[in-house]
């Protein structure tokens, strides 16, 4: 495999040992870090709430965590099952859902709420018990590490106790974020994300994923539908600052 | 206003061969303007065609001999878009690997307008006191307005026009299908793509449709004459000296 | 590889305008796509020149792909995971049935991506009696009623909500319904089923990170998500120039991306995948393949005129304001890549000679490249591609076969261009040769071959009795031209 590659890597070496003569645009690549301006905004709030409107994103602001466990009772208590009969939760295992304490806040309901498995490595039994929990789940609620206004998307990696396919194969996707984690726009995502990446170079970790409303298609007749593999509804809880 | 003692017109091979009164406008312009003319007698064809086949040393004995025929002309002016970009852009990259005929393509290049860019954006003119009643629509070609970036001078023109009403249609930048050897060699896509043309000409209930290039012209009126339509083309030049 | 049918582009192209229900779509789609498009574009805070900053981007990982491709397949070994670098179509579709058949894949899934078309992954999986299944709505429609994709974004945009309601009325056997939430629900039910059992997941891969070692996938259904999430396997297919130099490349180009594909701000779903689950991951497949693909492309790199396509990131744009595409649809192109785009990279990779209606069958509008989120000079590459299929050197790996009279007509017309005296005597001889064409109204009405065409639907007017320039010279002559 490693001839594959030399030779693979060889015929590139001598196809670049021609200069481009067509195509070399305007402006050089090197000249491009200063270009990058991220945009400005006093209320990131609000261009989040606008974008996340435009997306469909049923957006919502919690004073505290109790508040923010209430709203999801609510949307617990609201939401239909969609693949089984029973209605479960199933959700990351992270310090700020943790804090939310849904276990009690959802007590009275009686539906089951299912955490995913923290303990490292995840064997074989946990991993399969996990993923049956998953296909019956109505709900995944999961935290972001950041949230960008200006496309209202949802940054989340993949770390123990935070299993990515929560906020994907549920019928509902709960997302909870801080206000401190809501940035202006993707060239601001990029710089943090570039800081991170000083500090630790695995920052990005193996698996990190976008997420910009709920899965959507527009492929026949371009009507838009919301649902069409991921999860069909997308709620996102901003919990306020202390200080606000 | 910018001056010149003389205007060289390269009056495209369309205008030379089937719109002569086309270029008997552009002249009467420049007359209007007091500028002089000179139209150089060897002048043929700047090469496009065999360029947009493919045919790159064809288009260069075209060039050579447009860059010999022009090389004195102070300015050159010519009524279309796509020929004007054929040797503000090609010429010079046609002689890539020859730096003394680049030199002088380029030195054309830069003395190169399209008619309505040269009024608007050379001359400052935009009123030429012409008087046409009717309401027309304008088509913008492919090359004049995205390789050439004109699209507002004719408009400001035609607007300048006494009597004349302009009623944009639909797309009027999308191409009307002609494409050169494309509308012959591909004339089920072509013709497909001018009826649509057509189509938004005539939702404009416009008498006239109004163009800054004999080939677009060339095409549609074709279709508007098989079709017996109530339309015509008409050069902006012709457009600019009617009373 | 997968069927090239280029060669029958005009008769395909006839059919397509035959059809009522497609032109219907591909105008709609048009004018809801590209005028928006077009807006977002001007609403970035890096202002117009934002598209050339994406050229850049894209222009310099093409030509550093000899240090990036290395980077990225370090970073992705580093975490485990397998990268192989495939020559050819073969190879690549070789090493992921090897990669099948050691775990013993029955089933599976698979998210939209251009190369495994261009490489005819399917056909081969299928003849070795592995089930594919595509994801992707639009593509899941196509599968189901044994059809091919007619645009790079939106595949099923010929199919009416009745065609797919009477599909899925019989292939999975619901109600009639033309109602597309229903129609998408019962998708969405149908292939839940094939993403939890599936074995394997194939995806394509978006533009790769080098500096990060991760490739990224990007959609808007969720399908990809699924199938590199769920199944044990996941195996990805690039080609080789889909890759950036730095994470903050991305920062633009996923912007410009989501603008030209789909008129949106920001794709719905974008995953930077580095490697297989890693042990402390409940979910996550086990094993991680990345097959980087040449399949021709090394070629591509190695001209320096054609180079520029590698920096396509294949987000359709071109097609949505395409006027050709427009009437034609995308079957007509015959391959995995339609469109402006595809009449450059097909040409390119299945001979200019298979392909040359595909460069010539275009107008060189230019509503291409204005379209194109990394200003590709699309027309600048169409009429090279006529170039070097007329004018070919022998020594030229693009050469095309030409054509001997057409070569002959165009040197003989050269002769003319550069001799006034000649090119007044053919004039001549035209102008009286025109007198035997029959007329209407002073107008030519037929056109004997080869220049027919133009009179199947269009007049020509007769040429003026004199040039223009002749009757100058006369008007000079008699001293009143000029002043
Ligand atoms: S050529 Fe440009 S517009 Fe066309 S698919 Fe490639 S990137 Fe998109």
Not at chain 1, 64 to 91: G, M, S, Y
Not at chain 2, 58 to 79: G, L, M, N, Q, W
Request: include cysteine.
């Amino acid at each position: 495999m490693t001839a594959n590659r030399e030779a693979f890597m060889a015929r590139v070496r001598t196809a670049l040992s021609a200069p481009t003569s067509h195509g070399r645009g305007a402006i050089a690549y090197a000249e491009l870090a200063p270009l990058a301006v991220a945009k400005r905004s006093d209320a990131p709030l609000e261009l989040l709430a606008e974008n996340a409107a435009a997306l469909n994103i049923q957006l919502q602001l919690a004073a505290d965590p109790a508040a923010a466990a209430a709203l999801i009772r609510r949307i617990a208590v609201e939401t239909e099952a969609e693949w089984a009969q029973q209605k479960a939760l199933v959700r990351w295992d992270d310090a700020l859902l943790n804090e939310l304490d849904l276990e009690t806040a959802l007590a009275d309901t009686g539906l089951p709420l299912y955490r995913a498995p923290l303990a490292a490595p995840v064997d074989t039994v946990a991993r399969d018990r996990f993923h049956r929990q998953l296909r019956s789940a109505v709900i995944g609620i999961t935290s972001a590490d950041y949230c960008v206004a200006d496309t209202a998307t949802l940054v989340l990696r993949n770390r123990p106790g935070q299993p990515g396919a929560v906020s994907l194969v549920p019928s509902v996707h709960v997302a909870v974020v801080r206000e401190s984690q809501v940035l202006v726009d993707f060239v601001s995502l990029y710089a943090e994300l570039a800081q991170e990446r000083r500090r630790d170079r695995e920052a990005l970790t193996g698996r990190m994923t976008f997420i910009s409303g709920p899965s959507k298609t527009g492929d026949i007749e371009l009507v838009i539908v919301h649902g069409a593999h991921g999860p069909r509804a997308l709620h996102l809880i901003v919990l306020r600052d202390p200080s606000a | 206003m910018t001056t010149f003692s003389n205007v060289s017109l390269f009056v495209q091979c369309l205008v030379d061969n089937f719109y002569p009164q086309v270029g008997d406008a552009m002249v009467e312009i420049f007359r209007r303007l007091d500028l002089k003319v000179d139209v150089p007698l060897a002048q043929t064809c700047c090469g496009q065609p065999a360029f947009n086949a493919g045919y790159r040393k064809t288009a260069r004995k075209a060039a050579r001999h447009f860059i010999d025929t022009f090389a004195s002309a102070e300015v050159i002016v010519c009524p279309s878009g796509s020929c004007v970009d054929m040797v503000r852009h090609h010429y010079p990259d046609l002689f890539a690997d020859d730096p003394v005929w680049q030199a002088r393509a380029t030195q054309v290049a830069q003395k190169t307008f399209e008619l309505t860019e040269f009024l608007v954006d050379v001359l400052g003119v935009i009123n030429l006191e012409a008087r046409f009643d009717g309401r027309v629509t304008y088509h913008d070609s492919c090359h004049l307005t995205r390789h050439l970036g004109v699209a507002r001078q004719p408009r400001a023109l035609i607007q300048a026009v006494r009597g004349t009403e302009l009623i944009e249609m639909a797309d009027s930048d999308r191409c009307c299908g002609f494409g050169g050897t494309f509308a012959v060699k591909y004339a089920d896509i072509s013709t497909g793509m001018l009826a649509e043309k057509v189509a938004n000409i005539l939702a404009t209930e416009a008498e006239v449709v109004i163009g800054c290039d004999l080939s677009c012209l060339l095409h549609i009126q074709g279709m508007l004459s098989r079709k017996k339509l109530p339309v015509r083309a008409m050069h902006i030049a012709e457009l600019l000296v009617q009373k | 590889m997968s069927a090239i049918r280029t060669e029958a582009y005009c008769q395909a192209a006839r059919e397509g305008m035959a059809d009522p229900v497609l032109q219907k779509a591909l105008s709609g789609f048009q004018h809801r796509v590209a005028p928006a498009t077009a807006q977002r574009y001007r609403r970035h805070p890096e202002g117009p020149q934002v598209r050339q900053m994406a050229h850049a981007i894209r222009m310099h990982a093409v030509e550093h792909l000899d240090t990036l491709l290395p980077r990225l397949a370090d970073g992705i070994l580093a975490r485990g995971g397998q990268v192989y670098f495939a020559a050819d179509a073969q190879a690549a579709v070789a090493y992921g049935l090897a990669v099948a058949r050691r775990r013993g894949v029955r089933q599976v899934v698979k998210g939209k991506s251009m190369v495994t078309e261009e490489i005819g992954l399917n056909e081969a999986f299928q003849d070795a009696g592995i089930a594919v299944v595509e994801t992707d709505l639009g593509e899941y429609i196509l599968q189901l009623a044994g059809e091919t994709p007619s645009h790079i974004i939106a595949p099923a945009i010929h199919k009416t909500r009745k065609e797919v309601g009477r599909l899925f009325a019989e292939k999975l056997g619901i109600p009639y319904s033309e109602d597309p939430p229903t129609l998408t629900q019962a998708a969405r039910a149908a292939l839940r089923t094939q993403f939890l059992s599936a074995d394997m997941g194939v995806s394509g891969c978006n533009l790769a990170c080098a500096e990060t070692g991760h490739i990224t996938t990007v959609s808007n259904e969720g399908n990809i998500r699924m199938s590199t999430t769920l199944p044990k396997v996941h195996i990805a297919f690039m080609g080789m120039e889909r890759v950036v130099a730095r994470l903050a490349d991305h920062a633009l180009l996923f912007r410009l991306l989501s603008n030209a594909a789909a008129a949106q701000k920001m794709a719905g779903y974008i995953s930077y995948i580095g490697g297989p689950r890693a042990d402390f991951q409940a979910d996550g497949p086990e094993e991680f393949h990345l097959v980087i693909v040449d399949n021709g492309r090394s070629r591509i790199l190695a001209d320096p005129e054609f180079r520029e396509i590698l920096c396509c990131i294949r987000c359709a744009a071109c097609l949505n304001v395409c006027p050709v595409y427009g009437k034609i649809g995308g079957h007509a192109y015959g391959y995995a890549y339609s469109g402006p785009v595809g009449a450059v990279v097909t040409a390119l990779l299945v001979g200019l000679d298979r392909a040359k209606h595909l460069f010539f069958g275009e107008t060189l509008c230019g509503a291409c490249k204005e379209a194109c989120p990394v200003e590709i000079d699309l027309p600048r590459l169409l009429l090279a591609l006529r170039h070097r299929w007329a004018e070919g050197r022998a020594d030229d790996l693009f050469r095309g076969g030409g054509d001997r009279l057409e070569a002959l007509v165009m040197r003989l017309w050269g002769e003319l261009a550069r001799r006034p005296n000649l090119y007044q005597g053919a004039r001549h001889l035209a102008v009286a040769g025109q007198q035997m064409l029959p007329a209407e109204e002073g107008r030519i009405t037929r056109l004997p071959p080869p220049l027919h065409g133009w009179t199947q639907a269009r007049d020509l007017p007769r040429l003026a009795r004199r040039r223009f320039v002749q009757r100058w010279a006369a008007e000079q002559a008699r001293g009143e031209g000029g002043r």
